[in-house]
């Protein structure tokens, strides 16, 4: 059942989802060489890479029924949504926590004395401030990070000139200038807020504080004399809103997520997301795959704030076995697992910083949150930086020099695959080897 609402002069239609999966939505794919069926239950048709579409209808079992009934057809998927979760949410500034001007003069950011994720690896942070103290290089690219999550507030005073344009859209023109399907895009898009012809829009200013806050420990812009500092230097920020601020998020969402990021040059996306059922459901990890080869994209994921062993109790997208995905695990300042945090010796990859994080939050405003939703992307910062300086690495590369890097902890012994929490300085010492 369609709602419509009016929004910046377009009909626009919220879509009512079913308990755990999208009532009008089916993910199918063509085994190859087969086109699409045509039926009358389908009212639109999307194609999405490969032999992979997703289909509309107002009779999904019926549709269902019949496509898998179709020699042509690989398999059909439900577009399922993660249950309802309450997403990390922002807490008080935390009082200073090391001494910035003896180990980060470099920066005038005035709340670094809050970061400590940018201590040196002895001391529980992941060396960021060395690493900048000690370049043995310059960065040659600028690296766009896609943060698919609640949405960027791309007007914070910290993020504003950090912010990912596309450079084929003219703003408020209301043409699809660059021809890829979305009327001005500047900063991204919003998978949640469809036109009334099912079409993702275009703002994805953030509702919630948590898309906003990732984009913050990634890459806010350092030496501005204001606020925080993001690790990367080198870094544009691309905000796609596909998390509900109930963390209810699709597949369907997901995959244009990935697609439109990796299309527009993303070259790492963060997804501090995840859902406990899948269904068996494969769409999301062959995108992942996709954009691996294709676009020669890296996921880093948030392993989950469950307490758990995903090895037993599998989380997605984490638990996907793509050789692209990085898995984060949290740790708290004092180095050790966070309390909250998910794990696994095959399905997480590594640990980086997640607990009292200090970052942006929407209308200039600066807090505190935990969660691997923060290791995510504070793993995903280092990858840019990493990137940015040596941007022949591919994904699959730039994961094993992470993984390589890490300083390890026997605290981290059984938790995490490679047996540690990431580590700028290293990791650049290491991509000048490869």
Known sequence: MFRLLTLMGLMLISLTV??????????VKMISGHDMPQNDLITKSKHLFGTMYVVHTNNLQELE???LEDKGVLYVERDQKSPKSELPVAQPLLPSQWDMEKEAGQFNDPRLSKQWTFKNSE???ISISRAYQNRRSQPR?????AVVDTGVDY??????EVMWTNPGEIAGNGIDDDGNGYIDDIHGINTLVRDSDGNATVNMKDTHSHGTHVSGSIGAQQNNGKGIAGIAGNVK????RTVPNSSDELDVDVIEAFLYAAKMGAKVINCSFGKDRNEGGMAVSETIEHIRDTYGVLVVAAAGNSSRNIDRRPTYPASFANDNLLVVASTSSRGSMSYFSNYGLTGVDVAAPGSGILSTTPNNRYSSMSGTSM???NTAGVAAEVL???PELGPVELKKVLMDSVTKSSRYNGKVVSGGRVDLEKALELASQQ
């Open 18 to 27: 079913s308990a755990d999966h999208h009532p009008n939505r089916l993910i």
């Open 65 to 67: 029924s019949r496509l």
């Open 123 to 125: 001391r529980g942070g």
């Open 141 to 145: 690219e600028e690296i766009i990070v």
């Open 155 to 160: 007007t914070h005073e910290d993020l504003k």
């Open 237 to 240: 920020i691309m905000g796609i």
């Open 375 to 377: 290791a995510s992307p």
């Open 388 to 390: 940015a300086h040596y």
